[in-house]
């Protein structure tokens, strides 16, 4: 399969997952008004009060209530825990894959992605952490295992045939980040500009 038809299906693939989920970042992005700016009057309405000379108050409650659900779930934060299973599962086994998984939550400074995500999940409904490989030196082989946290769950577009409540079915996803010019010339000295959409 060439270059360009690597391409052209990613990028059938992501008008589908933008389809789909277009109006849930719609959703997303009123949640997070409405709950964190305190945006709560409908538009039209606001405008007439202002031309009327009429204050729009708004008394912001839901902060006390979003903070309360997210530090509840701070202090019971979830744990990834190893269960040997079958007869070939043992005790000590469990242990030491318990161990490097707290290893990896340790150095990732996974509570971070954890809570980000959960921030997000909370106010807007839906956040997400990735986890990727990264090399562990510049002249070796061997990677590690990180977990990441996305800042903004808008940049990611999952898969729109997932029925799974955890995404775990998803087969694709897509992670966008916009640079500006100048980034990107930095980023990548020589690099020639197209456009996404081309």
Same mark, same amino acid.
């Given at each position: 399969?060439?270059?360009?038809? %690597?391409?052209?299906?990613?990028? &059938?693939?992501?008008?589908?997952?933008?389809?789909?989920?277009?109006?849930?970042?719609?959703?997303?992005? @009123? $949640? %997070?008004?409405?709950? =964190?700016?305190?945006?709560?009057?409908?538009?039209? !309405?606001?405008?007439?009060?202002?031309?009327?000379?009429?204050?729009?108050? +708004?008394?912001?409650?839901?902060?006390?209530?979003?903070?309360?659900?997210?530090?509840?779930? =701070?202090?019971?934060?979830?744990?990834?825990? %190893?269960?040997?299973?079958?007869? $070939?599962?043992?005790?000590?086994?469990?242990? %030491?894959?318990?161990?490097?998984?707290?290893?990896?939550?340790?150095?990732?400074?996974?509570?971070?992605?954890? @809570?980000?995500?959960? $921030?997000?999940? !909370?106010?807007?409904?839906?956040?997400?952490?990735?986890?990727?490989?990264?090399?562990?030196?510049?002249?070796?082989? @061997?990677?590690?295992?990180?977990?990441?946290?996305?800042? $903004?769950?808008?940049?990611?577009?999952? @898969?729109? =045939?997932?029925?799974?409540?955890?995404?775990?079915?998803? +087969?694709?996803?897509?992670?966008?980040?916009?640079?500006?010019?100048?980034?990107? &010339?930095?980023?990548?000295?020589?690099?020639?500009?197209?456009?996404?959409?081309?």
């Amino acid at each position: 399969m060439s270059d360009k038809d %690597v391409i052209s299906d990613a990028l &059938e693939e992501f008008k589908l997952s933008e389809e789909a989920e277009s109006e849930n970042r719609i959703n997303f992005a @009123d $949640d %997070v008004r409405f709950a =964190r700016l305190g945006e709560q009057w409908p538009e039209a !309405v606001k405008k007439q009060r202002e031309l009327d000379g009429r204050p729009c108050l +708004t008394i912001n409650r839901l902060p006390a209530m979003l903070r309360q659900v997210l530090n509840d779930a =701070r202090q019971n934060k979830p744990q990834i825990k %190893v269960n040997p299973v079958g007869d $070939d599962g043992d005790k000590t086994t469990a242990a %030491v894959l318990s161990g490097l998984i707290k290893n990896i939550e340790y150095t990732s400074q996974a509570d971070i992605a954890y @809570d980000t995500a959960l $921030d997000n999940a !909370v106010t807007g409904g839906f956040g997400y952490f990735r986890i990727t490989t990264d090399y562990a030196n510049d002249d070796v082989f @061997d990677q590690d295992i990180c977990i990441e946290r996305i800042i $903004d769950p808008l940049s990611v577009y999952g @898969d729109e =045939r997932s029925t799974s409540a955890d995404s775990s079915d998803w +087969t694709k996803a897509f992670i966008t980040q916009l640079y500006k010019d100048s980034e990107f &010339e930095k980023r990548w000295k020589g690099a020639e500009k197209s456009s996404w959409q081309d």
